[in-house]
């Protein structure tokens, strides 16, 4: 039979392996996680322009028709 020095002995190895594939995943799935984070947040930025732009526009042409009815 195999000693238990030597099944320890491939626990280890195994456990090595393993724990370097888990934390090899967990930075991948981080980084993807941040990417994601990173795109949501430039999505609500540019959003938050597009709306910011189209209520100035909006003010501008109620500006224009007004200052334009007075001269009627």
């Not at 320890?8 to 370097?20: A, L, Y």
């Not at 941040?34 to 042409?61: H, S, T, V």
């Amino acid at each position: 039979m195999l000693s238990d020095e030597f099944l320890n002995q491939i626990f280890r190895n195994n456990q090595e392996k393993i724990d370097r594939k888990i934390s090899y995943e967990y930075h991948k799935r981080l980084k993807l996680i941040k990417e994601q984070k990173n795109e949501e947040r430039e999505n609500i930025k540019q959003g938050i322009i597009a709306e910011l732009y189209y209520k100035e526009g909006f003010k501008d042409g109620i500006d224009f028709i007004i200052k334009h009815m007075k001269k009627l």
